[in-house]
């Protein structure tokens, strides 16, 4: 009943550049190639107002899921252009609230500050744990409580997997009380580069997988399990009251956090250098550095295929990439498709088994894509699919459906 009483809200961490895909607009607005050409802003704006239309048929109400998101001196002002061109892919322009993150200065092996031009200092977001800083700044918190909003979920620009405002996930977490919560995906292999949800000491925190011991990483249960095995996926569930606690007592206690990254400087000549390896030190803020100050804290493991699939490099590189994004999106509404009764081609118009799958790094074998709008994770295409046969690619869309529906 949450999301339909407007006590629901998602929160989008958007501050970063796909600097590491080659580009320099924000992630959100990157298109990873899939058959209706959407991008990651889109494909998330069309899941809210699929959620908020589920749970107006189902509760017989209008309701909203405000959208906020936390941007950077670098992406606010692309991402409010990409949202008013795109007429906010739907949504009301008032429930989309954007707000900027704080700059800090970027520093040399030296801990000296770096220069981007002369006069002009080197400056980076201060990490995705800045949001708590950026919530009192931008008086978000006080936004949330005129709106009703009581529970949070929190996540991040780059998973194309992500679901909005999942009413799984929050009713999980509300039924047991919590004030804050993260899903998790078991780890692929130990040094998979995912941080480990875990407690230390008896504190729920996350542990940075370049601050886990190898040998740590790598110890195994009795069925051959790995001990540390829940990786973080930067998705996560608040209380409205926690970060209003965080915003007041704890936000200043977050620890820094170091990460080399390539900065573009000039030199001491003032020549402009863009480096081919890192060069500069950004101190950073995270997210999850709030979990030991909740009081009722809870792990909700999901299935990676079916939710986590990270945009993070360019093409050619062996993960996290724009192929393994889309296939994995792809593979998903596969698998849904023949789930609902539908035999799938591949694109040379030959049957492909009911069980036939293709990793993320593979060429998909069906293209076949489903809009948001036409369903949120799976349900309702049985009617729509069930006895049909589907070409590649295809795209079921609102007016697809519509006319399959009269069929």
């Given at each position: 009943?949450?999301?339909s009483?407007n006590?629901?809200?998602?929160l989008?961490?958007?501050g970063?550049q796909?600097?590491?895909?080659?580009?320099?607009y924000p992630?959100?607005?990157?298109?990873?190639?899939?058959?209706?050409?959407?991008?990651?802003?889109?494909?998330q704006a069309e899941?809210i107002?699929k959620?908020?239309e589920?749970s107006d048929?189902k509760?017989?109400?209008k309701?909203?899921?405000?959208?906020?998101?936390?941007?950077?001196?670098?992406t606010l002002?692309?991402?409010?252009?990409f949202f008013k061109?795109?007429?906010?892919?739907?949504l009301?322009?008032?429930?989309?609230v954007m707000?900027?993150q704080?700059?800090?200065p970027?520093?040399?092996?030296d801990?000296?500050?770096?220069?981007?031009?002369?006069g002009?200092?080197?400056m980076?977001?201060?990490?995705?744990g800045?949001?708590?800083?950026?919530l009192?700044?931008?008086e978000?918190l006080?936004?949330?409580?005129?709106?009703g909003v009581?529970?949070?979920?929190?996540?991040?620009?780059?998973?194309?997997?992500?679901?909005?405002a999942?009413?799984?996930?929050?009713?999980?977490c509300v039924s047991?009380?919590?004030?804050?919560?993260?899903?998790?995906?078991?780890?692929?292999?130990p040094a998979?580069?995912?941080?480990v949800?875990c407690?230390?000491?008896?504190?729920?925190?996350?542990?940075?997988y370049n601050?886990?011991?190898?040998?740590t990483?790598?110890?195994?249960?009795?069925?051959?399990?790995?001990m540390?095995?829940a990786?973080?996926?930067?998705n996560?569930?608040f209380?409205?009251?926690f970060l209003?606690e965080?915003?007041e007592?704890y936000?200043?206690?977050?620890?820094?956090?170091?990460?080399l990254?390539?900065?573009?400087?000039?030199?001491?000549?003032?020549?402009h250098?863009t480096p081919?390896?890192?060069?500069?030190?950004?101190?950073?803020?995270f997210v999850?550095?709030?979990?030991p100050?909740?009081?009722?804290?809870v792990?909700?493991e999901?299935l990676r295929?079916?939710?986590?699939?990270?945009?993070?490099?360019?093409?050619?590189?062996?993960?996290?990439s724009?192929t393994?994004?889309?296939?994995?999106l792809?593979?998903?509404?596969?698998?849904?498709a023949?789930?609902?009764g539908?035999t799938?081609?591949d694109?040379?118009?030959n049957?492909?088994?009911?069980?036939?799958s293709?990793?993320?790094?593979?060429?998909?074998?069906?293209?076949?894509?489903?809009?948001p709008l036409?369903?949120y994770?799976g349900e309702?295409l049985e009617?729509?699919?069930?006895?049909?046969?589907?070409p590649?690619?295809f795209?079921?869309?609102?007016?697809?459906?519509?006319?399959?529906?009269?069929q």
């Amino acid at each position: 009943m949450k999301i339909s009483e407007n006590r629901v809200g998602v929160l989008l961490l958007a501050g970063g550049q796909g600097t590491r895909l080659g580009v320099q607009y924000p992630k959100g607005m990157y298109n990873v190639g899939l058959p209706s050409g959407k991008t990651l802003y889109q494909i998330q704006a069309e899941r809210i107002l699929k959620i908020q239309e589920l749970s107006d048929r189902k509760h017989g109400s209008k309701c909203t899921v405000p959208w906020y998101i936390m941007t950077s001196e670098f992406t606010l002002a692309p991402t409010e252009k990409f949202f008013k061109e795109n007429n906010y892919f739907g949504l009301e322009s008032s429930n989309i609230v954007m707000f900027e993150q704080r700059m800090v200065p970027a520093l040399d092996s030296d801990q000296k500050i770096i220069m981007q031009d002369k006069g002009k200092l080197a400056m980076a977001p201060d990490g995705n744990g800045g949001l708590y800083q950026a919530l009192v700044d931008n008086e978000v918190l006080e936004d949330m409580k005129k709106r009703g909003v009581e529970y949070l979920h929190v996540y991040c620009v780059d998973n194309i997997l992500v679901k909005m405002a999942d009413p799984v996930f929050i009713g999980f977490c509300v039924s047991k009380g919590a004030d804050c919560g993260a899903k998790v995906v078991e780890k692929a292999y130990p040094a998979e580069p995912v941080g480990v949800v875990c407690r230390v000491r008896g504190v729920a925190q996350v542990v940075e997988y370049n601050e886990i011991r190898e040998i740590t990483a790598e110890r195994r249960g009795p069925g051959g399990e790995l001990m540390f095995s829940a990786g973080n996926i930067c998705n996560h569930f608040f209380t409205r009251a926690f970060l209003q606690e965080v915003a007041e007592k704890y936000k200043d206690q977050l620890k820094q956090h170091i990460a080399l990254k390539k900065v573009p400087c000039v030199d001491m000549c003032g020549n402009h250098v863009t480096p081919t390896r890192p060069n500069g030190i950004k101190l950073e803020k995270f997210v999850f550095d709030v979990f030991p100050f909740s009081r009722s804290f809870v792990v909700f493991e999901v299935l990676r295929e079916d939710e986590f699939s990270p945009l993070k490099n360019a093409d050619g590189a062996a993960t996290d990439s724009p192929t393994t994004a889309r296939n994995a999106l792809l593979a998903q509404h596969s698998r849904w498709a023949t789930a609902a009764g539908a035999t799938l081609l591949d694109e040379h118009g030959n049957l492909l088994p009911p069980t036939a799958s293709v990793s993320a790094g593979d060429n998909q074998a069906a293209r076949c894509e489903i809009s948001p709008l036409v369903s949120y994770f799976g349900e309702g295409l049985e009617k729509l699919l069930r006895g049909r046969t589907l070409p590649s690619p295809f795209i079921l869309d609102e007016k697809m459906a519509k006319e399959l529906q009269a069929q």
